[in-house]
């Protein structure tokens, strides 16, 4: 009867008119908070820390706790429900978090389960007034292809810091498998202590590529976060050049997504 009870709690999905409007209340909070990290929050901390570094590391603190209350609010209101799989995994010096990217909010998860973790953001938030005061504040970096980016993500690691990437620079397409670019595991190779893939699950889908925030799937969706182990660059690396070692470890991480993906869970 338990049993019964747990699925049947599972299963319940809150009205859709109840979730399309606290969807829409969701992302204008989202926008909310980016105003108050860029009008309060920032020159709070400016004001109250010099040094650039614990500057630095309250900014992040700051963005991942507002990202925490940002993803139970959205819990609690019936938006959607998530799971994170062996979240004692993230947040670890010099460590390289990989992740595909089926929705629009993955990176909040990330970040709001992730403690002062760096990560590679999309470039035209970068002209975004409210966000790139933050952002630089926060130390994060454009995924503008660029060397220095390239340069940056590596001294990030080295430094040893948490870095967030999404090696397919978008949103995957609905139904097909992650595509990665090479460029991530150069960048493991050159400065990563480790690899911890996130293989990341949406059911129904929603917020996928180019889909509207109100075009809210029938139920509600289930996030869910599944925290891989360890992968170490460097075994790639043994015998090998560094294009080599570079072409078989996104092989290998090819072939380690499309592996998880199409388990049964």
Known sequence: MAMASNSMKEAYSPPYLWRLLFT???FFLFGLGGVFLTLVGYPLVNLLCRDP???????????HNIFRLFVEFMRFT?????????????????QMVIANHPSLIDVVVLIAFTRNANCV????????????GTLRAA??????A???????????????????????????????????????AAIALRGA???????????????????????????????????????????F??????????????????????????KNE
């Open 139 to 144: 130390g994060y970096i454009s995924n503008n």
């Open 53 to 63: 570094l614990k500057k630095r590391e309250l900014v992040r603190s700051l963005i």
């Open 146 to 184: 660029s060397m220095e980016m390239f340069d940056d993500t590596v001294t990030a690691l080295k430094e040893g810091q948490t870095l967030i990437i999404f090696p397919e620079g978008t949103r995957t397409i609905p139904g097909e498998m992650p595509k990665f670019h090479r460029g991530a």
């Open 78 to 94: 019936g938006v959607l429900t998530y799971s994170v799989k062996h979240r004692e995994r993230l947040g670890r010096p010099g």
């Open 24 to 26: 829409g209340l969701s």
């Open 237 to 262: 690396a043994v015998n090998n050049s560094t294009p080599i070692a570079s072409r078989k470890l996104d092989a290998y991480l090819h072939s380690y997504y499309a592996q998880e993906l199409t």
């Open 193 to 235: 202590k480790m690899i911890t893939p996130v293989v990341i699950r949406v059911r129904p889908t929603t917020l996928t590529k180019a889909e509207p925030w109100y075009n809210i799937p029938q139920r509600r969706p289930n996030f869910s976060f599944t925290v891989g182990e360890d992968i170490n660059p460097q075994d």
């Open 121 to 132: 953001v999309k470039e035209s938030l970068w002209h975004n007034t409210f966000m790139r």
